[in-house]
């Protein structure tokens, strides 16, 4: 194919005026030893994309998100990440990608400022641009004012905020962050996804993404569901939600059995009494409010509608919910994790 | 439709502009690239060196005790075989900075465990940048840092008895600046596979006093048991400590007779080691292991 290379690349998305995707895989496994932890997985992330991987943990999404970065060979499959396939172009992935991970990789003596310092000069980040760019970033996660701190004086959440802010720091096309917000307290957690929230409205860029938080997932444009090493599902969370099944309907009305007949007569709904309530299931509750309003005659007092979450999500597409999943899978965990060690 | 994307490109660029993004594009992999992450690893070394002064001063302890307390309790009794004048720690002194080195020199290798141990190190692993400037910046930092403790002990030389002579003290410096980078390299090389803190600090503590005890540091090198003498050869503290030595003894005026006392060529079943040689060997080993460290660190997962 012509477009292997980056110049390759950069022509043809001009030509057919769209962008390749930041990340694309195909049959990507891993296996340490005996055990496998990814066991041939294939998605795609368009540019711009927030894109998050949720399961449970010992399901594979670290070793995948290793596997992007280049810190993990895959056992076999191939991945491109900004155009640049992890194995061949290591150090072109590299260039272009930003990581947060799950542990704090900072170095506590320095200053936030000398940390960053250092990841510019690691990364080549021009000189004249360093200065700037680094008090770009630090106000944007509300650290600038503390720059010169040591940060072993940081809060958990800040240091977090730094290791975010460092990642930005050579405007990378895909920022990678490995359970951000775990170990957090909720207010902490809900502060960094604000300033996830900003960066994608501010920056460019494409993020991947791995929790097994399910409120976090909600943030995510797409989600793939991750479990045992294999893709169980993928799509936006309102479908993910959606295939599920039916949102429930609750409707307080003036004459509760007119309305059931009602429904069954103009709708097919079959409906019935739950907690003094006339309660049905539909496919997309919030669109079908409206058609109700337009087609029952009976005088309406009250609508909600209540739709699946994602944890409904997991366990239709899993068996099993994520804390049940995650007990379960500690032990797997642990060998996976000697295994690991043992390499390095 | 080229027109058209040209236009969106030209707008999402104004748009960024006037969000006020800074754009940044990381240049391809070079020796500049490289070379400046040489020098940040480096930097990183002595930044932190310059914060730890708690580590500074507790490291010159051990060669103070050495120097100022065994050194003048044994004077009594190792005074009868030295030289009218001379003093038995001037004998010990290049030894007491060859320590001060080792000690330093190790413990800053340790640092990368550290560094593991508190994920830093995956910092530096990711970067776009080739794993040998990491470890040559981890080896010249630890290098610097252990020859600046040695020269606050050379700082020291009236003490000894051993003159401020710029030549000797440059000489000195040199040697100690070998000496540094050979043990950091060890280190390194060490603690590229060794990646427990625990353990290494065991078996570094294992090793450091075998290699300073076997060095000549306290002895000469003549007149051994044969045992210990192919020992001494064997340790490559031995090279540095033999021409510090040597060095020291050659400004003091000594009577051809008593240079040969107490300051002994190194000799191969007879055969004189010249000093370069000598030092040779020991850099040659440095690069050595130094190489060993990147070959392991540069093997992906």
Same mark, same amino acid.
């Given at each position: 194919?012509?477009?292997?290379?980056?110049?390759?690349?950069?022509?043809?998305?001009?030509?057919?005026?769209?962008?390749?995707?930041?990340?694309?895989?195909?049959?990507?496994?891993? $296996? =340490?030893?005996?055990?496998?932890?990814?066991?041939?997985?294939?998605?795609?992330?368009? @540019?711009?994309?927030?894109?998050?991987?949720?399961?449970?943990?010992?399901?594979?999404? *670290?070793?995948?998100?290793?596997?992007?970065?280049?810190?993990?060979?895959?056992?076999?499959?191939?991945?491109?990440?900004?155009?640049?396939?992890?194995?061949?172009?290591?150090?072109? #992935?590299?260039?272009?990608?930003?990581?947060?991970?799950?542990?704090?990789?900072?170095?506590? =003596?320095?200053?936030?400022?000398?940390?960053?310092?250092?990841?510019?000069?690691? =990364?080549?980040?021009?000189?004249?641009?360093?200065?700037?760019?680094?008090?770009?970033?630090?106000?944007?996660?509300?650290?600038?004012?503390?720059?010169?701190? @040591?940060?072993? *004086?940081?809060?958990?959440?800040?240091?977090?905020?730094? &290791?975010?802010?460092?990642?930005?720091?050579?405007?990378?096309? @895909?920022?990678?962050?490995?359970?951000?917000?775990?170990?957090?307290?909720?207010?902490?957690?809900?502060?960094?996804?604000? =300033?996830? $929230? &900003?960066?994608?409205?501010?920056?460019?860029?494409?993020?991947?993404?791995?929790?097994?938080?399910?409120?976090?997932?909600?943030?995510?444009?797409?989600?793939?569901?991750?479990?045992?090493?294999?893709?169980?599902?993928?799509?936006?969370?309102?479908?993910?939600?959606?295939?599920?099944?039916?949102?429930?309907?609750?409707?307080?009305?003036?004459?509760?059995?007119?309305?059931?007949?009602?429904?069954?007569?103009?709708?097919?709904?079959?409906?019935?009494?739950?907690?003094?309530?006339?309660?049905?299931?539909? !496919?997309?509750?919030?669109?079908?409010?409206?058609?109700?309003?337009?087609?029952?005659? #009976?005088?309406?007092?009250?609508?909600?509608?209540?739709?699946?979450?994602?944890?409904?999500?997991?366990?239709?597409?899993?068996?099993?919910?994520?804390?049940?999943?995650?007990?379960?899978?500690?032990?797997?965990?642990?060998?996976?994790?000697?295994?690991?060690r043992?390499?390095? | 439709?080229?027109?058209?994307?040209?236009?969106?490109?030209?707008?999402?660029? &104004?748009?960024?502009?006037?969000?006020?993004?800074?754009?940044?594009?990381?240049?391809?992999?070079?020796?500049?690239?490289?070379?400046?992450?040489?020098?940040?690893?480096?930097?990183?070394?002595?930044?932190?060196?310059?914060?730890?002064?708690?580590r500074?001063?507790t490291s010159l302890i051990q060669p103070?005790l050495f120097?100022?307390?065994l050194?003048?309790?044994?004077? *009594?009794?190792?005074?009868?075989?030295?030289?009218?004048?001379?003093?038995?720690?001037?004998?010990i002194?290049?030894g007491v900075l060859a320590m001060t080195v080792l000690f330093t020199a190790i413990f800053s290798a340790a640092s990368i465990v550290w560094d593991r141990e508190?994920?830093?190190?995956?910092?530096?692993?990711?970067?776009?940048?080739?794993?040998?400037?990491? #470890?040559?910046?981890k080896c010249?930092?630890g290098a610097?840092i252990a020859?600046?403790q040695g020269?606050?002990?050379?700082?020291?030389?009236?003490?000894?008895?051993?003159?401020?002579?710029?030549?000797?003290?440059?000489?000195?410096?040199?040697?100690?600046?070998?000496l540094a980078f050979t043990l950091t390299a060890f280190g390194v090389m060490m603690a590229a596979r060794i990646t427990q803190f625990q353990a290494f600090m065991a078996l570094t503590q294992m090793l450091v006093m075998p290699l300073f005890f076997l060095s000549g540091a306290l002895y000469?090198?003549?007149?051994l048991?044969?045992w210990l003498s192919v020992l001494t050869r064997i340790d490559p503290l031995t090279y540095v400590v033999?021409?510090?030595?040597?060095?020291?003894?050659?400004?003091? $005026?000594?009577?051809?007779?008593?240079?040969?006392?107490? *300051?002994?060529?190194?000799?191969?079943?007879?055969?004189?080691?010249?000093?370069?040689?000598?030092?040779?060997?020991v !850099?040659?080993m440095g690069?050595a292991m130094m190489?060993v460290a990147?070959?392991t660190?540069?093997?992906? &997962?």
């Amino acid at each position: 194919m012509a477009g292997q290379g980056s110049g390759g690349q950069v022509a043809q998305q001009a030509a057919d005026g769209h962008r390749a995707p930041a990340i694309e895989v195909a049959g990507l496994t891993k $296996n =340490y030893g005996d055990i496998e932890a990814v066991r041939g997985i294939d998605f795609e992330v368009p @540019v711009g994309e927030t894109f998050g991987f949720l399961g449970p943990n010992g399901a594979g999404k *670290s070793t995948t998100i290793k596997m992007l970065c280049t810190l993990a060979r895959p056992t076999s499959g191939s991945a491109r990440v900004a155009g640049h396939e992890v194995t061949t172009a290591r150090d072109a #992935v590299r260039r272009n990608i930003g990581l947060v991970f799950q542990d704090t990789t900072l170095d506590n =003596y320095l200053t936030g400022a000398q940390n960053l310092r250092f990841h510019a000069a690691l =990364y080549g980040v021009p000189a004249a641009a360093v200065e700037p760019r680094m008090r770009q970033v630090l106000e944007m996660v509300g650290l600038w004012e503390r720059r010169d701190s @040591v940060v072993m *004086s940081y809060s958990g959440g800040m240091k977090r905020r730094l &290791e975010i802010a460092r990642g930005l720091l050579h405007a990378p096309h @895909v920022l990678f962050l490995d359970e951000p917000t775990v170990g957090l307290d909720p207010q902490t957690r809900a502060s960094i996804w604000e =300033y996830i $929230n &900003e960066l994608k409205s501010r920056e460019d860029i494409t993020i991947f993404l791995t929790t097994h938080y399910m409120d976090e997932a909600e943030h995510c444009d797409r989600i793939a569901i991750i479990d045992h090493g294999k893709i169980v599902a993928i799509d936006t969370p309102e479908a993910l939600k959606a295939s599920v099944g039916k949102d429930r309907v609750q409707i307080q009305t003036a004459d509760d059995q007119a309305a059931i007949a009602e429904l069954g007569r103009v709708f097919g709904i079959e409906a019935g009494m739950h907690e003094g309530a006339v309660t049905f299931s539909v !496919a997309s509750g919030e669109q079908f409010v409206p058609r109700l309003f337009a087609g029952l005659s #009976v005088p309406i007092r009250s609508v909600s509608v209540s739709r699946p979450t994602l944890d409904d999500v997991f366990m239709s597409y899993t068996g099993t919910t994520i804390r049940d999943a995650e007990a379960s899978g500690t032990d797997q965990m642990r060998q996976m994790a000697a295994a690991f060690r043992g390499r390095r | 439709m080229a027109t058209t994307q040209t236009t969106q490109v030209a707008q999402a660029t &104004e748009q960024a502009e006037l969000a006020g993004t800074i754009r940044v594009s990381v240049p391809e992999h070079s020796l500049r690239t490289d070379l400046r992450a040489v020098s940040i690893v480096w930097r990183r070394e002595l930044i932190r060196f310059q914060r730890d002064r708690l580590r500074t001063i507790t490291s010159l302890i051990q060669p103070l005790l050495f120097l100022l307390v065994l050194g003048t309790g044994l004077s *009594s009794l190792a005074q009868a075989s030295m030289p009218p004048g001379i003093d038995f720690k001037t004998f010990i002194y290049p030894g007491v900075l060859a320590m001060t080195v080792l000690f330093t020199a190790i413990f800053s290798a340790a640092s990368i465990v550290w560094d593991r141990e508190f994920g830093f190190l995956r910092e530096m692993l990711v970067a776009p940048v080739s794993r040998a400037s990491i #470890v040559i910046g981890k080896c010249l930092g630890g290098a610097t840092i252990a020859t600046m403790q040695g020269i606050i002990i050379l700082a020291l030389a009236g003490l000894a008895g051993v003159p401020y002579n710029p030549v000797l003290m440059l000489t000195l410096v040199g040697e100690m600046l070998l000496l540094a980078f050979t043990l950091t390299a060890f280190g390194v090389m060490m603690a590229a596979r060794i990646t427990q803190f625990q353990a290494f600090m065991a078996l570094t503590q294992m090793l450091v006093m075998p290699l300073f005890f076997l060095s000549g540091a306290l002895y000469p090198l003549h007149g051994l048991p044969a045992w210990l003498s192919v020992l001494t050869r064997i340790d490559p503290l031995t090279y540095v400590v033999g021409p510090m030595r040597h060095a020291v003894f050659s400004h003091l $005026n000594l009577d051809p007779a008593a240079m040969g006392a107490l *300051s002994p060529s190194i000799t191969w079943l007879g055969w004189p080691v010249p000093i370069m040689l000598s030092l040779g060997i020991v !850099a040659a080993m440095g690069l050595a292991m130094m190489g060993v460290a990147i070959a392991t660190f540069s093997k992906p &997962e």
